[in-house]
Structure formats: C-alpha cells, structure tokens
C-alpha cells in the first residue's frame, strides 16, 4: 500500500512517513506543498493521501478541489489532518469528496491502521 | 521495539532542537508585539508557530506541548478576532506560556527511561529469542518486519552483504535468515549453499526477497536450499506468518501416529523406526477398534494395512475421508500389495502415500515427516486466528465437541471450559485505538500460552473473548489456573500508544462438564453465566457456573 504524505512542516511528514514505514510496512511518498502534492498524486498514483489542512500558498481545502477535479487523481481517497474540529468545516470538506480526518496530534503507533480503517482497507 | 523506538527517538531529538527555534522566534514575536500592540500580521504569524506546536507535541510524546501550544492558538485568535490591544492579564499569560513551553522542552527526554524501567516485561511470544539475521545492501527493506518480530521478542543481526552473513553464521547460525536480493559482493544463491554446507545448516529457515522473480530465479532459489522467495513488493504479514511457520517446524515433535497393522513383527518395526525419530505411536491389530482409537488416541497420522482382518484398508481410509473431522488427517498405506490396481485404488480412497513393503526405515521416515508437515500448515491455515496464533471460534467448538464425547465415554475424564472476557475493551478501542486493543490480545494470549499445559486447548471466542478447556484437573485446580492468569495478566503494565501506562484486567467464567446431562452448548452456556456472574461481580475476577466467586 503507498500513501502520499501532503505537509509543510518537515516534523509531521518524516514522523508520519517513519510510521507508515516501519510500523505500517506502507510506501511512503512526501510531499512539502499542495503543488508539490498534485504533482506527486498523479504521478504516483498512491493508494491514499494524507493532507495537512493549513498550508502556506495552497492550503488544504484549496489542494483537496484540485485533485477532485484532476480525472487521475479524482479516485483516490483524501484524509486531513486538522489540529481541530470544527465540524461545519468537516461537513463541507467532506461534501467537497474528503474522504476521512485524522486530529492532530496523531498517535504514530496507530497511524497507519487508522487510514487502513478509513479507506476501508481493513 | 529498538528499530521503531531508535528512530522515534531520532526524529524527537531533532524536534527538539528544531522547536528550541520555535521558542526562540515565538519569544521575538512576542517582543515585536510589546512595540507595536494589535499587529495583526504579527499575531497571525505568533498564532502559526502556536498552532504548529499543538499539532507536532503530542505525536512526539509530548502532550504537554500540545495543551500549551492549543492555548496559545486560541489566544491569538481572540486577539485577532475582537481586534483590540492586548490586555495586561494577556501579556502575563503569553509569557507564562512562553516560559511553560521552555520548561517542557527542557524536561521532554527526561520522562522517557524512568518509564522504561517501570515496565515490567512480559512473556511475548513463543519465539523470544530466536535469533534472525537480515542480509540487506541498502539496510532499509525489512524495517517493517524487523520491528514486527523485535516486538515479539527475537533478536535481529544485520548485515550488508554476503561476506558478513556468512561469518555472522559461522559464528552462531541464527533460527532464521532473510537475504535481499541483489547482494553486492556475491549470488544469494551461492551465499545460501554455503550456509546449508556448514555443521547444522540445514536447519535455518531462508528466504529471499527480490523485486524480480521469474520461474527460472524460483527454481534456482529453492535448489540453492532456501525455503522461499518473497517478490516485492511484499506482503509483510503474510511473510511474517510464513517465516514464523517454518520456525515452528522442528518444535512440534510430538506426533501422534495411529498404526493398524496385524502382523506383530510389522507392528514392531514400525513402532521402533518411528519412535527412534520421537513419535508418539498407538498400534492396533484389530480394525474393528479403529474408530475409538481415532476418537481418543486422536492421532496426527494414520498408517494402514490393506489386507487385515475383516476389514481392509481401502474402507478404513474411506471411513476417515468421509467424515469432516479428519479432513486434514494424513493417511498412509503400508503394504506388499504392489500391482497396478492396488495403487489406483489407494488413490481412488483418498489415500495421501502409498508405501511398498520391506520399507527402509530413512523412507518411511521422511514420508510420514512431509505428511505431518504439510498437514499442519493446512491445519494452521484452517483453524488458528491470524492474530493470536490460537484456534478460531469453529476449530474450538470441534475440539470442544471431542472433549465431551471421550468425557461421555470414560466418565474418569474430567474437562473444565474457562470464559476469558477482556474488561472495558470496548472503551480501551475508543480510547486508544483498535491496534491497542489488538496488542492486548496477543498479550494476553502469550500470557496463557505460557501459564497453561500444551494439552489445553486455547481458542479465540470471539472478539474479545478467550477460551480454554482444561482436562483432568479437578475444578478447585482449574480455577487455581484460571486464577494465576487473571493475576498475571492484570499485573503487567501496557504502554498505550499516547505513551501513558495503563493496566487492563479481565473477567471469567468456569463450568466444570458433567457428561452426564450436558452437551458442548449446554457447557457453554454454563460458562458463559458464570462469565455473565463474574461482570456483574465488579470484573477482575473469576466465577464458577455454581456461583462461587474466588
């Protein structure tokens, strides 16, 4: 299983990749920007992608549109990661084809079983 | 755990040095805002480095910096919100943040070894300390898999090429080895002949991995005496459960093999050539027994006579293949009937061998250990739960169903069936996640493995649930051992993810059978209201279907 990692801040992306790699025994791409994102996604093609909500330039919600209207990156399931819940917010990323959300702070020793439980992989 | 935990480690350390930054900017922001109050390009950038402390702390172990940095977002945002200056119990606020959040930082590794000590450590699995040795150039392909078996309790060596693994093995060969191909400086082929070559070679499991695996590299892998080959990229699990298959091979002599053999001399070299290799025989000459002997002998193997008494062994063998129960049971023939016909019959009957008489002993041998072996990885595929390695819910209830035919049978056979409930495990999943819910079953499950006797039998009930059926112990002993692992495991100590410790208990149920008027449902639901007894009894405890509570 590969997931694309889609986060500015270096901290959050090689922990999350490490944890998808050595506990998920997952593929793991990175990616530092939502640009960067779309362009890995496509070219890639990973099985999920995991998406930091605030981002400098795109953000989030801006990357998320972009994929959804990419027809080779349009099927494959998002997941956010918000520091919060603001559940008007969730209701209107989900209605705009996210997937699922994960809080942050994650739990790296469970990551990657809940973006399986997500995708339905499990 | 060292793989995961060194690289967690790792990466904590740089956050620190990397957050020490953060601290540092956040306090100069602070500064700025002193001069020029209500700044709102200043806040929103005092709120960005709040927010992303809140959102690394806590992936980090460091909840504490998620609380602060949390505080600090929300503070921000109130400023920005209602748009005015910064009052004086605001200001007194961000500094006691700023000056909290050094704090945590600079106590943030100090929490860690104290915690380590406090763990007490727990029987893991059946193959602590088995020694496996990872053969790979770039020392990256197994991480996965070697922190899967670290946590089981192995010990892992790595090497990087073929010059090393194959000192590492003259100095001690390892229980298994997995080599990545390609090595750099040799043919894992070649690398793996050598290995067999040596005193004792043969008995490491081996496996490659590669990314390209034609027919041709298969057949050259298995002639060079590997066990298999794993094509990236690769199904960790799936390999994890087929290494530790291969692990078990040479642990489970205790085979029991059913002979029906009529001629005395035969019955006796039989017995003698498989009892010198450890098996565990029962012969009989009369095949009008064979049926009760099946029943409570239950054998692994069967070896058969065509030509005895009354019956032969083409109806024996049909007997056995067409009942469920023995699907998975070898039978072997052992005859002078040597035409054509009797062959294509003994096929016709299901039959697995059929082997001519005189027979030499190194034969017979390494046919009935292929039989064996083969037999139990279907069986483990049927009947053993993927996660804790017990019998699954149906393999139990078939075991359970002889248990109280042989107690009908002889009423000196006494047998107990034990409920375990794992308690509040629905709120430990909600809490802490479905992986921790996980770990606690296969903690528990080791646990058992090593408080209760191989002749019980261990089964997964259903999700959270356990089971055990304990023979020949009266019920005041059954409950002694029920006992010793409630306590064992509500001892233990259990590292949640979030990297606080919790203790976890369990409930049970004891029904002692009584042939008499119970059949296997009736036994369980006596167990199961003892179990029902032993909830509303305040959990941690263990109840008998009499409703003693002990």
Redesign the interface.
Known sequence: MKVLIIDD????R??AA?SL?????M?VVEAESGEDGIAKAAETQPDAILLDM?MPVLDGPGTLVKLKENPQTKEIPVIF?T??SMNAELEKLKSMGATGFLA???????LS??IK?IIGAE | MKIWQDTFEELKQQYVIRSAERVQQIEDLLNSLAKAPGEGAILRELMRHFHWLSGSGGIYGMPQITKLGTQGEELCENLLRFNRPVTRSEWDKCHALLEALKIAFSHGDEQDPQKQTMEKPLPRSQFEGYEILLVDAEQSNFLFLAKQLEDQGMSIRSVRNAADALQSCEAKLPRAIIIALPLPDASGYELVERIRQMENGQNPVIFFVGTKFGFLDKVQAIHSGADGFFQAPVDWEAAESKLKHLMERDKTQNYRILSVEDDPDQAQFIRAVLESAGYRVHHISDPLQFEEALLSFKPDLVILDILLPELTGYELARYIRQDERWATLPVLFLTTQNQLEAHIESARAGVDDHLIKPIAPPLLLSAVAARLERARFVKNLLHRDGLTHLLTHTAFMEQAQGVVAQCKRNPQHIAALVLIDIDHFKQINEQHGYAMGDKLLVSLSAIMRERIRTSDIVGRFGGEELAIIVEDLEEYDAVNLAQRVRQDFAAAVHKAPDGSEIHVTFSAGLAMLDPKVMDVERWRRHAEQALRAAKNNGRNCVMTALGGKR
């Open positions: 801040e270096e901290d959050i090689s922990i490490m790699g050595i506990l998920g025994g593929e605030m990661l520091a919060r942050k702070p994650f739990d790296p020793t469970a079983s809940q439980r």
